[in-house]
């Protein structure tokens, strides 16, 4: 006797599965698709019985997939890829164009972005880039989940591989920056390069807020003693803007500099060891598609003086 198992997944379901692993929960998964969070979860369920196995694990952070359910993921890409293509075929409605969905750290987009875009524009203008900002748990969800086909991503000391799962991200070095401290150009601070670490202990500092994801972004990492934050922002322009009316101190890539408000300068730490912060491009393992690598080379020439370098992982620094 033989027995013959098979799937019975539908295309909605796999819809689902891929929601709930770019979203990291059942509620807004459900909020992103429309449905109510009772229909997220019998769709979930009925997956889990379908593929006989355990798909989901429920974590007090949220839901990610078991390696059972990132295997469904990988082939979810190509069900819902296919289908998307036969529609497009059916319709008539085949794009001219090549489009990249392209997912932004904030730090990142203000000065990597516009000139990537330019670059592209002009050596392949036959490639659409739509782009997504967010911080990088979120990006990095959003690429395995086959929402993003590519996404520029931040790391700080000691630049660890981004996360266990399999398998893992295709990771890009694009440049090393130093982490330095915006402060108002007049007053205490008027004409200088440099600032001491026990200088800013005493300082009101302009911080976005930190979650179980993300450290608090802002204060100076290691700072001695608590920091006194005195406003609370998640925008780059709202923080730099604050710095340059004199209401506090935060800290930014260097990255930055062409992009900052008047009336803000740029300081590095003393007495302190430098703070590095990588930037990356991270995108799913395998051979990329002819439009993703010349979007990522866009990327890197954005910053001219770094060294491009490719690997499995970011490179210890």
Not at 154 to 176: E, K, M, N, W, Y
Request: aromatic share 4%.
């Amino acid at each position: 006797m033989v027995c013959v198992y098979r799937m019975d997944i539908s295309s909605a379901g796999l819809r689902v599965l891929r929601q709930i692993a770019e979203s990291g929960s059942f509620t807004a998964a459900a909020a992103r698709l429309g449905y109510t969070q009772s229909a997220v979860s019998r769709q979930a369920a009925a997956l889990e019985r379908s593929a006989d196995a355990t798909l989901f694990e429920r974590r007090p952070d949220g839901v990610r997939l078991t390696r059972s359910g990132l295997i469904l993921l990988r082939h979810a890409h190509t069900v819902l890829a296919s289908l998307a293509a036969a529609e497009r075929e059916l319709t008539d409605t085949v794009p001219r164009t090549e489009l990249v969905r392209l997912g932004v750290v904030a730090s990142a987009g203000a000065v990597i972005l516009p000139a990537a875009l330019a670059h592209l524009a002009a050596a392949d203008p036959q490639i659409t880039v739509t782009t997504s900002e967010g911080n990088t748990p979120t990006l990095m969800r959003a690429l395995r989940a086959g929402a993003l086909d590519l996404a520029v991503l931040t790391s700080r000391p000691p630049h660890r591989p981004f996360d266990g799962d399999s398998p893992r991200l295709h990771v890009q070095t694009v440049a090393d920056t130093e982490l330095v401290v915006a402060v108002p150009a007049t007053a205490e601070f008027a004409g200088r390069t440099t600032v001491h670490v026990d200088e800013l202990v005493d300082a009101a500092w302009i911080a976005t807020p930190s979650s179980d994801s993300e450290p608090l972004l802002g204060v100076w990492p290691g700072l001695p003693g608590r920091p006194r934050v005195i406003h609370s922002a998640r925008d780059w322009l709202t923080k730099l803007q604050l710095v340059a009316g004199g209401f506090g101190v935060t800290t930014v890539p260097s990255r930055l500099s062409p992009v900052l408000p008047r009336g803000v300068s740029l300081l590095r730490v003393d007495g302190a060891p430098p703070e590095i912060r990588r930037v990356l491009v991270a995108r799913l393992p395998g051979h990329p598609a002819p439009a993703i690598t010349a979007v990522t080379r866009a990327i890197a020439s954005t910053m001219p003086d770094s060294t491009f370098r490719s690997s499995g992982r970011p490179r210890p620094g």
